[in-house]
């Protein structure tokens, strides 16, 4: 069964960073285009940035300059650098498959909370 763990979340003041890690097991991520999720209470799930299995990126509009997606596809691993965090930064943060009909199993997401 595939299984996906986010990791490296936790409380940060405004303005600080954090990065997240996302690994999976008896899945490749190498041919996957793969994005980060995230979800604040109460709100929709949303897509906060995307890269694609050639490498190319995209990010929403709210993180764009703050935020970098990235992989390692040798550590079957995808990366958010999350900089200049702001209190509306804050939410449950995913990672999964993009532009799929079937996303993959979704993991337990990582917590990520911005305050002073």
């Known amino acids: 069964q595939v299984q996906i763990v986010e990791s490296g979340g936790g409380l940060v003041q405004p303005g600080g960073s954090l990065r997240l890690s996302c690994t999976a097991s008896?899945?490749?991520?190498?041919?996957?285009?793969m994005g980060w999720y995230r979800q604040a209470p109460g709100k929709q799930r949303e897509l906060v940035a995307r890269i694609l299995s050639g490498g190319n990126t995209n990010y929403a509009d709210s993180v764009k300059g703050r935020f970098t997606i990235s992989r390692d596809n040798a550590k079957n691993a995808v990366y958010l650098q999350m900089n200049s965090l702001k209190a509306e930064d804050t939410a449950v943060y995913y990672c999964?498959?993009?532009?799929?009909?079937?996303?993959?199993?979704w993991g337990q997401g990582t917590q990520v909370t911005v305050s002073s």
């Open positions: 008896r899945i490749i991520f190498r041919g996957y285009h």
């Open positions: 999964n498959t993009v532009f799929v009909t079937t996303p993959l199993p």
